[in-house]
């Protein structure tokens, strides 16, 4: 059986939580893609000796390879940094295309999360989330877990660089970030963790019961 739900929606909104949540319900294959963009931008600016260059981006994008996307330092500030970086390069982007429609097609289910799941990798997806939140909402919760984790950083500064990754990942030029037109628009604002992930499980199932039909 193939059934592939796409997700997106801006950082911190919790789709990252809401997909894997929804891959271990309905026992699919979850790929984070924005781990894609991380491995590329933190090897390309190892390969680069801190300096990132579009040529060696692309260059990594084409030969990453699951070890790469295994490294305990994708989930840090200068990955997040440099994948939003690279995520901007129609070479980096087109490398990773077809890697995620194989991921996407594969027996057995499987979701993916991201920022133009909906509307490039997977067009046809079976269902399609936008999960998105006030950016004051997402940069509490960024703040409290840089708080949590020792930082020191100002509220202030986490919502600047909120609304700054908005503005770039949705008016890039190749693949901005977008709401597709048939995505269910999933707003995660006033919602807890598990509202979230029931509000995507029901659609999820509404969505399979109309295929078994």
Do not use: N
């Amino acid at each position: 059986m193939r059934f592939t739900v796409a997700i997106d929606g801006p950082a911190g909104a919790g789709k990252g939580t809401i997909a894997a949540a929804v891959a271990e319900r309905f026992g699919f294959a979850h790929l984070d893609t924005g781990l894609l963009y991380r491995a590329v931008g933190r090897k390309a600016l190892d390969q680069g000796r801190g300096t990132l260059d579009e040529g060696v981006a692309e260059l990594v994008a084409r030969e990453l390879t699951p070890a790469d996307l295994a490294r305990p330092d994708l989930r840090g500030a200068i990955a997040a940094r440099a994948a939003s970086r690279v995520a901007a390069m129609p070479g980096v982007r087109a490398a990773l295309v077809d890697f995620q429609r194989a991921f996407a097609a594969r027996e057995g289910g499987a979701v993916l999360d991201g920022r133009d799941i909906s509307t490039v990798i997977c067009p046809d997806a079976d269902v399609k989330l936008f999960v998105t939140a006030s950016a004051e909402e997402r940069a509490r919760r960024r703040h409290e877990e840089l708080r949590e984790a020792g930082s020191t950083e100002s509220f202030e500064s986490v919502l600047g660089a909120i609304r700054e990754r908005d503005a770039r990942d949705s008016s890039r030029t190749d693949a901005p970030m977008r709401c597709a037109a048939d995505a269910h628009l999933l707003d995660t604002t006033e919602m807890s963790i598990s509202e979230g992930v029931a509000e995507a499980v029901r659609t999820i199932e509404q969505a399979r019961d109309r295929a078994a039909r």
